[in-house]
């Protein structure tokens, strides 16, 4: 269980029932994970049966890649189950986004009145939640500080901060899949915010070079995926601008309300 836990009951709920499901199925190469939900990968004829349960257990999950064109299918097959769906753009990197991100850095770098520092065992408490709340003003979930911190997970976060020591923009990554995986060396990529006080600066593509960078380097990822809003045009820029490339496929969200109405009751 984790102890560094935020955001409302729901957030909260779905944050712990993940971690406890993982604890139990993590082995599986068929599932997937970052500090959020447990998920499924590579969907086979058994996808809507494996998503509802997780579902009925989490109140939501997640299902990557999904193809594109058997999306409307599989979430009928949800709908039919009483299950609430949707969907978004997957978005991918691999080597080209590596590249993209170094490039990037040999010719831009932070500006010298911000202080550029990755979360670990050792960050305050303060400072999680201060990069935490930056994330929840721009509608962003977040995952539990031992996540953040990089202990929980293969993954960094890596937060600039100003002359006061506040956070005002951050980028991260983690592993989504189990060591020993077929899909081991693919990383859930994101969490791109930046205070209000700094956009206009590429502040985002910036921190998301140096993650992408770091989870080669560091850490042997080699595939960077996040899930974009269709109707997401300043995000799925920010993404080209790193080889951060939409794909065939899509990420299906699988929700059962009468878990989640529950935790709003």
Same mark, same amino acid.
């Given at each position: ?45 058994? =996808?809507? @049966?494996?998503?509802? /349960? !997780? ?10 890649? $999904?193809? #594109?064109? *058997? ?25 080209? =986004?590596? @590249?993209?991100?170094? /490039? !990037? ?10 202080? $550029?520092? #990755?979360? *670990? ?145």
């Amino acid at each position: 269980m984790y102890r560094e836990v935020f955001g409302n009951e729901r957030q909260r709920y779905l944050i712990e029932s993940g971690a406890e499901l993982w604890n139990l199925i993590g082995d599986s190469p068929q599932y997937a994970y970052y500090g959020t939900t447990v998920s499924l990968s590579d969907p086979g004829k058994d =996808a809507a @049966k494996i998503l509802v /349960s !997780l579902a009925k257990l989490q109140g939501q999950s997640m299902c990557f890649w $999904l193809p #594109r064109a *058997d999306a409307p299918a599989l979430q009928q097959q949800l709908e039919n189950l009483g299950m609430r769906t949707g969907t978004s753009l997957f978005h991918h990197g691999g080597q080209s =986004a590596y @590249k993209a991100s170094k /490039s !990037l850095l040999a010719e831009r770098s932070l500006p010298p009145n911000l202080e $550029l520092v #990755r979360l *670990d065992a050792n960050s305050p408490s303060q400072l999680i939640e201060g990069t935490v709340k930056l994330c929840q003003n721009v509608g962003l979930s977040t995952m539990p500080g031992e996540v953040m911190r990089g202990e929980a997970l293969p993954g960094a976060c890596f937060v600039a901060l100003n002359g006061k020591g506040m956070p005002v923009a951050t980028a991260s990554s983690y592993a989504m899949h189990a060591k020993g995986t077929p899909r081991e060396k693919e990383a859930f990529w994101g969490v791109l915010a930046t205070h209000e006080d700094f956009r206009g600066q590429g502040l985002a593509g910036i921190l998301g070079a140096i993650v992408i960078e770091h989870m080669w380097e560091e850490q042997g990822m080699r595939g960077f995926n996040t899930g974009i809003k269709a109707d997401n045009l300043a995000s799925r820029a920010a993404c080209a601008k790193l080889a951060v490339l939409d794909t065939a496929w899509v990420t299906l969200f699988c929700f059962d309300d009468s878990v989640l109405n529950l935790l709003e009751s």
